[in-house]
């Protein structure tokens, strides 16, 4: 059974930073892609960033590109959203999210994902 353990979530200031942590765990697959998403009330679930394992890709949304950085620990199969210079708008529930997929990372973040995480709460507020 695929498990996350997801952290990093708070409240922030506009302008400033939030590292978001996702390890997951309870599966072995030879291709994979990890990422983000995040869903603001009323709003649909947005593929944020996301990391493949097969080849390496990565994709962001356009309105995070310039301001998030995700990352791969690939031993441990965890994955970290660096958010710089956020926003109001990028308040919403982040989720981390597994395909089991040898595929590019743009897919299944565009998608969906096979399996989610219980979410994180970023709220970017003055």
């Known amino acids: 059974q695929v498990q996350f353990m997801e952290s990093g979530g708070g409240l922030e200031q506009p302008g400033g930073s939030l590292r978001l942590s996702c390890e997951a765990s309870?599966?072995?697959?030879?291709?994979?892609?990890l990422g983000w998403f995040r869903q603001a009330p009323g709003k649909e679930r947005e593929g944020v960033a996301c990391?493949?394992?097969?080849?390496?890709?990565?994709y962001y949304a356009d309105s995070v590109k310039g301001r998030f950085t995700i990352s791969r620990e690939n031993d441990k199969m965890t994955v970290h959203l660096q958010m710089n210079n956020l926003k109001p708008e990028d308040t919403a529930v982040y989720l981390c999210?597994?395909?089991?997929?040898?595929?590019?990372?743009?897919?299944?973040?565009?998608?969906?994902?096979?399996?989610w995480g219980k979410g994180t709460l970023v709220t970017v507020s003055s």
């Open positions: 990391i493949s394992s097969s080849d390496g890709s990565i």
């Open positions: 999210g597994l395909d089991n997929a040898v595929v590019a990372a743009s897919i299944p973040c565009k998608y969906g994902m096979d399996y």
């Open positions: 309870g599966f072995t697959l030879d291709g994979y892609v």
